[in-house]
């Protein structure tokens, strides 16, 4: 579904990432983890568009997306959550989520499917869709970014770092929910710092390391490497 091909990109004179390349199959998770400063995010931001890269490209289902604008891969099918979530606080739960849908509108028949849809994936939303979003804690806020990038039916979900300040309870939904999501047949790509969440999640998973890729392979494969088990798996 996507294919990042060599990729290199700076802020100012410092560079962020050095010839980044991977893949996402259709259907499948595919996790980029770690430490601050690795690359995820920048590399994520290429993706998108919200970033130009130096050299290399990004392929979206066969189609160079690498000078669209982020309207533009937004309409061909990708929603990205961001770290920071981006739920606007004085507005309801509900509003929210028609921000969401912004560009299906047109289609009200659909949209209210797709509500409906949205609300059975996280009921807690349909109880309190009239609530503003900027009294819902850190983890329900976390769930309303995603309920709101799923609005515009994506076929591919980028998450930046998802679990990033949320308790152990909430990331334990957040794993049913990824787990959820993607057995819907929507493909995941996401950055995380939580190597427990991204192992449990992934079909595959990109090891970075100061802008660039170190290790990939299965999860299974990754726990049979020395340097992940001392570096990532605390044993």
């Known amino acids: 579904m996507l294919k990042v091909e060599n990729i290199r990109a700076y802020y100012g004179s410092i560079q962020g990432i050095e010839s980044i390349s991977l893949s996402c199959k259709e259907g499948e998770v595919t996790s980029l983890i770690g430490a601050n400063g690795?690359?995820?995010?920048?590399?994520?931001?290429?993706?998108?568009?919200l970033m130009r890269p130096t050299a290399g490209k990004v392929i979206y289902q066969d189609t160079d997306i690498t000078s669209c604008s982020p309207q533009q891969i937004k309409k061909m099918g990708i929603s990205y959550?961001?770290?920071?979530?981006?739920?606007?606080?004085?507005?309801?739960?509900?509003?929210?989520?028609?921000?969401?849908?912004?560009?299906?509108?047109?289609?009200?028949?659909?949209?209210?499917?797709?509500?409906?849809?949205?609300?059975?994936?996280?009921?807690?939303?349909?109880?309190?869709?009239?609530?503003?979003?900027?009294?819902l804690s850190g983890g329900e806020q976390q769930m309303l970014a995603i309920a709101r990038?799923?609005?515009?039916?994506?076929?591919?979900?980028?998450?930046?770092?998802?679990?990033?300040?949320?308790?152990?309870?909430?990331?334990?939904?957040?794993?049913?929910?990824?787990?959820?999501?993607?057995?819907e047949g929507i493909t995941i790509l996401m950055a995380e710092q939580n190597v427990s969440l991204a192992f449990f999640a992934s079909?595959?998973?990109?090891?970075?390391?100061?802008?660039?890729?170190?290790?990939?392979?299965?999860?299974a494969e990754l726990e049979s490497n020395e340097m992940v088990h001392r570096a990532y798996l605390g044993r």
């Open 38 to 49: 690795a690359g995820k995010t920048t590399t994520l931001n290429v993706i998108f568009g």
């Open 81 to 135: 959550i961001l770290e920071e979530r981006g739920v606007f606080p004085f507005m309801t739960i509900q509003e929210n989520l028609f921000l969401g849908a912004f560009i299906i509108k047109s289609d009200r028949k659909n949209f209210s499917k797709e509500l409906d849809r949205i609300y059975q994936f996280f009921p807690r939303l349909e109880e309190r869709k009239k609530q503003l979003a900027g009294t």
């Open 149 to 183: 990038g799923l609005m515009s039916k994506p076929k591919l979900l980028i998450l930046d770092e998802p679990s990033w300040g949320l308790a152990p309870i909430m990331v334990k939904r957040l794993k049913d929910t990824i787990h959820l999501v993607n057995s």
């Open 203 to 219: 079909h595959k998973i990109y090891i970075l390391e100061t802008g660039k890729i170190i290790l990939e392979g299965s999860p």
